[in-house]
Nanobody, 117 residues
């Protein structure tokens, strides 16, 4: 059974940092691209960052320069390091893995990030 378990969310003040983790079980992690999405109240889910199987990264414009996506194949874990956080970053963050060959995809349960003073 495939599981993606997120951790590291919480409440942080504006300008602060958080690191989200996504631990993958039940799949061959190295053959899946990893993506981080977020969904704020009343808004559509949006793609924030992604990292391919060989480490290629891309970011949504508001995340560029503030967020860093990474992965550790040995630990079967992906990360989203978020810095200079703003209230607009407040959302539920989801990790997602995608096999670009088969289009098989799995989602984490989501984790709340709240940026507030």
């Amino acid at each position: 059974q495939v599981q993606l378990v997120e951790s590291g969310g919480g409440l942080v003040q504006p300008g602060g940092s958080l690191r989200l983790s996504c631990a993958a079980n039940g799949l061959i992690f190295s053959i899946y691209a990893m993506r981080w999405y977020r969904q704020a109240p009343g808004k559509q889910r949006e793609l924030v960052a992604q990292i391919g199987t060989t480490g290629g990264e891309s970011y949504e414009d508001s995340a560029k320069g503030r967020f860093t996506v990474s992965r550790d194949h040995a630990k079967k874990t992906g990360y989203l390091q978020m810095s200079s956080l703003k209230p607009d970053d407040t959302a539920v963050y989801y990790c997602n893995v995608l096999n670009v060959r088969t289009m098989e995809t799995f989602w984490g349960q989501g984790i709340q990030v709240t940026v507030s003073s």
